[in-house]
């Protein structure tokens, strides 16, 4: 049974610069939740797809957006990097039902550094 | 806005014994979900226990164990036994409970580093 999978693993992006991150979550889910992890920091809830649509979206500008696909993969994208994007970007997936005490399942994330 | 707070940077401990990390968090929700995980070097989240706060029962996996004080807004992580593997990072997680077509979001704490000595 995989687990969630994350693409690539290591990203050096210039300034200005476009990105697409990738996530296949694990199987069984139907829910994929991104997250930015600066170095030294617990991560930040970027936003959460699901039926292909955005339904959360935490304090992150415009720059961030997203994608999620009929087989529940998801993208995630980033405009015009900044310095400050250089994090560990977080996947998480998961099984969307009313009453859930799931901790979601993680990927292994993207390392992304902005030069 | 929820938010969780760890105090301790960094937590070091003997093999074999025994170290309690602390989270206190904010909410004004009365229905929730907390949360310990594990991030080793490999950088991948492990969930490590789950807690609802509905249940007043502390929750138990084999060596870990949590200590749930709901009024006091206190939720620490209890490891004993304590194994060279179970050096990482830890971070302690709130989420909301899922409504219409969402899922709450985790919101973590800045972690605890702990060290495990031979």
């Known amino acids: 049974d995989a687990g969630v999978t994350q693409s690539p693993t290591h990203l050096i992006k210039t300034r200005g610069q476009q990105v697409t991150l990738r996530c296949s979550p694990k199987s069984g889910h139907d829910t994929v939740s991104w997250y930015q992890q600066a170095l030294g920091q617990g991560p930040q809830f970027i936003f959460q797809?699901?039926?292909?649509?955005?339904?959360q979206r935490g304090n992150f500008p415009d720059r961030f957006s997203g994608h999620q696909f009929p087989n529940y993969s998801s993208e995630l994208n980033v405009n015009a990097l900044l310095l400050g994007d250089s994090a560990l970007y977080l996947c998480?997936?998961?099984?969307?039902?009313?009453?859930?005490?799931?901790?979601?399942?993680f990927g292994s994330g993207t390392r992304l550094t902005v030069v | 806005a929820q938010t969780v707070t760890q105090s301790q940077p960094e937590m070091s401990v003997q093999e074999a014994e025994t170290v309690t990390l602390s989270c206190t968090y904010d909410?004004?929700?009365?229905?929730?979900?907390l949360f310990w995980y594990k991030q080793p070097p490999s950088r991948q989240m492990i969930l490590v226990i789950r807690q609802e706060a509905y249940k007043q029962q502390n929750a138990t996996e084999n060596r870990f164990s949590v200590n749930f004080q709901k009024a006091a807004k206190s939720f620490s992580l209890k490891i004993s036994d304590s194994q060279l593997g179970d050096a990482a990072m830890y971070f302690c997680?709130?989420?909301?409970?899922?409504?219409?077509?969402?899922?709450?979001?985790?919101?973590f704490g800045k972690g605890t580093k702990l060290s495990v000595k031979p």
């Open positions: 997680a709130y989420r909301s409970p899922n409504y219409g077509g969402s899922q709450g979001n985790l919101i």
């Open positions: 909410t004004s929700e009365s229905d929730y979900y």
């Open positions: 797809y699901y039926e292909e649509e955005e339904r």
């Open positions: 998480a997936s998961s099984f969307n039902r009313r009453r859930s005490d799931d901790g979601y399942t």
